[in-house]
Each structure stands twice: as C-alpha cells, then as structure tokens.
C-alpha cells in the first residue's frame, strides 16, 4: 500500500490524509525516498511528449455545392467576378506562385460504393476517392497549392459529409456546410 | 464565413495530441499511431456525433480500435520499438525524438495491460477512477497495475 503512494503521489490520486502519510513517510524512511526520486525522474522521462509534431487526420465530408443549384442572380454575381478577375489578371504581373504540397483526404465509409470530393480545388467538380482495400476507408492525395481550401464529400453521388476533423466550416447557400482548410493546412 | 468550432472541434484540437502519444506510447509504430488516431475519431463521430464528447469514451474507443487492429495483425511485431514511422518513406511521417526511443522500447516490453494503464496514466490525463472505467478492471486493481509497470519500467531502463 505504501509503495503505491509513490505512483498515487505522481498521478495526483492521493487523499489529504494519505499526503500527510506520504510526506511523512518519505521524511523518515530513506529507501522509500531515494525510490519516489527515481520514479519521478523517470515520470519526467516518460511524460516528455515522444514526437514534436502529431498528424492532424483528414476524415469525413460536409454538404456539398452543386453548381447546377445557382440561382440567376448568383450566376450574374459569378460572371461579374470572372469578368473583373480577368481584367485584373490583364493589368496586374501575377504573384509569385507557392509549390503544391500533398494533402491526404481520407473517409471512413464501409457501405458506400462511391465517394467523392468536390472543392475549390476542383472547381466543385466531383473527383473520386479510392476505396483503400476492405478497411471502409476511402482516400486520396491531391497536389494544392497552400492556400484556404474549402470542400466537401459526395457519398453514392447524393448525399452530402463534411469533414468532422477539419474543425473550420462555413454555411453554404444551400442548406448545406463546406469545410475549410486554412493556408498552409491543418498542421 | 467561419463558424464556431463547436464542442467537439474543440475537443478535437485539444485531445488529439495526448491521444497520438497514448498510441504511440502502446504501439511504438508512429504511421499505425496515425490510422488508428484517424480511425478513433472516425468511429466516435460514427457512432457518437458530436454532443458532449468525453476524454474516458474517445480512449475507450481508440483501445478498441488499437486492439482490433491487433487482433487482424496477430502475431504482435516484437523487437522493433525504435519509433520509426513503418512506412516506406519515413522522412514523410511523424518523426519520433531520439530521446524518446529508449522509453518507447522499454514500454514495448512491459505486459499489454501494464503498458496500456501505465500509457494512460501518463498521457491522458485520466484519473484512476476513469482508467478503471476505460479499462474494465478496479479502481484498486488500476492503482496496483500502474505502480507495478512504473518499478518495472525503472528496472528496463536502468538496464538500457
């Protein structure tokens, strides 16, 4: 019992009387203190965080943006853009451009038979998932520039998931949400 | 527009890292420790949604999770608890600090119960009541098992 004082005392589990035991303990008894120094040295060796970085997994989809469900004003508001993007795009030397880099999208779906993604990346043009052997996951790895990304996935070519780890999101139009990737990526 | 996070983006964010480490602390294996973070979060929102999400559930179900996963592996990988990433291109993966290797080898040898309470203990913030709960066994029971991993834990590394 006493010697699990040493372990309750690191994992903060000891009661106020078994700390005034534990003190009182480790005053007296020389053995049993040389021991809770070593058992807390070695918590410090054992709490220090084993890697410095830690993924930050891409999982599951969003409600999706259907370019067929613009609306006509929505469509002007579009064509403006474009209109003004182009003008811009004339007059102005474009910017340095970032390298891509490899982002994985991976969904756990066992009963789908297709899975999709469509983003801004895409053009919101639905792009297949692979499906990862007989694990239920589907993934993919995709080249993007470092810069904001919003998407969703497209299970069976109806319904609509967005991404329960991408904790960025944002309402569409639609009824629906896109998540969002912020530059640089999740990280 | 951004939106709130929401409860369990929160809980995401803040309890993603103790997990990884919770797994890395039990496989030794830091691109297994990435599926299984992705497939324990995975598998929560499956099953849970994302109301009140609990540290005691998300271990529960990364356990879960890592013990099936062995059960399809079996036999158990042995010897190699360097703390490489295992896939074939390490330099794309988490890398695991050199200093850590030692701690993570020492724990590949301890018993799987022990390691397991021993990793909890140590990583998730979780108190014994919680353990026992996460674990199946007594709080008493949780309390002797730790401090028993923590003197064997002592004896491997003194012989590193």
């Known amino acids: 019992m006493k010697e699990e004082w040493i372990s309750q005392f690191i994992d903060d589990e000891l009661t106020l009387d078994e700390k005034i035991a534990f003190v009182g303990t480790v005053h007296e008894d020389s053995p049993f203190r040389e021991e809770c120094l070593d058992l807390l040295r070695q918590e410090k060796r054992l709490r220090e965080p084993p890697s410095r970085d830690v993924p930050m997994p891409a999982l599951s989809p969003r409600p999706r943006r259907s370019l067929l469900s613009f609306r006509p004003l929505q469509w002007a ?42 983003g801004t990346f895409t053009g919101w043009e639905r792009v297949s998932l692979n499906r990862s052997g007989n694990s239920g996951y589907w993934e993919i790895v995709l ?45 | 527009m951004l939106i709130a996070m929401g409860d369990f983006g929160s809980f995401y964010l803040r309890h993603r ?14 691109a297994l420790s990435e599926d299984l973070l992705q497939e324990s979060f995975t ?52 890398i695991v600090r050199e200093e850590a290797r030692a701690v993570l080898r020492a ?44 003197r064997k834990l002592r004896d491997l590394l003194r012989e590193e």
């Open chain 2, 43 to 94: 598998r929560f929102l499956d099953r849970y949604g994302r109301e009140d999400p609990t540290l005691p559930l998300l271990f529960t179900i990364a356990r879960n999770a890592l013990f099936d996963h062995w059960r399809k592996r079996r036999p158990l990988p042995s010897g190699d608890w360097s703390g490489e990433t295992g896939g074939e291109n390490p330099e794309e993966g988490v």
């Open chain 1, 77 to 118: 508001l579009v064509l403006l853009v474009a209109g003004v993007a182009l003008v811009l795009a004339r007059n102005l030397s474009p910017p340095a451009k970032e390298a891509n880099v490899p982002y994985r999208f991976v969904v756990y779906q066992p009963g789908a038979d297709r899975v999709e993604i469509a």
């Open chain 2, 107 to 150: 724990l590949g040898t301890l018993p799987e119960d022990e390691r397991d309470l021993l990793s909890l203990a140590v990583t998730g913030g979780l108190s014994y009541r919680e353990i026992a709960a996460v674990s199946g066994l007594s709080e008493g029971n949780v309390k002797v098992r730790i401090h028993r991993a923590r």
């Open chain 2, 17 to 30: 890292k103790e997990l990884f480490h919770y797994l890395l602390r039990m496989t030794g294996d830091a």
């Open chain 1, 143 to 187: 080249s993007l520039p470092p810069v904001e990304h919003r998407y969703t996935y497209v299970i069976d070519g109806e319904r609509t998931m967005s991404d329960p780890t991408v904790p960025g999101r944002e309402r569409d139009d639609f009824g629906g949400e896109n998540s969002i990737i912020p530059p640089g990526g999740m990280a």
